[in-house]
């Protein structure tokens, strides 16, 4: 997208990601979202005492051991779900280099 022209009415989406791509904000507003959709989709976040997102590899913090007991049998529908919501989001920038779809979640 280059430059809007200022005569011509834009849709209030299209400015807002313009000014995301513009100010360089994906990345903090792309990492937001993984950990937002972590919280939603687990269940744990009350128990979730660090969240690191990392090179497709989100990486949780649970100060729970029977929580993380039971979330480990549950990875690869985790990912599904956390991949969906992420996607799912009109904010969520794809193309962003540093943070992308959830490749790999790390509990610990």
Sequence with gaps: MSRFEKKRPQPLGDLIKYYIKVNRLSTKI???IVFSAWDEVSGAGAWTVRKFYREGKLYITLSSSVI?????????VL???????????????????????????ILK
């Excluded at 993380?68 to 690869?76: G, H, M, P, T, W």
């Design 68 to 76: 993380r007991s039971q979330l480990y049998f549950q990875k690869e």
């Design 30 to 32: 792309n990492s937001q």
């Design 79 to 105: 990912l599904e779900k956390i991949n969906a919501r992420i996607f799912s989001n009109e904010l969520f920038t794809e193309d962003d280099m540093n943070v992308g779809a959830v490749k790999e979640l």
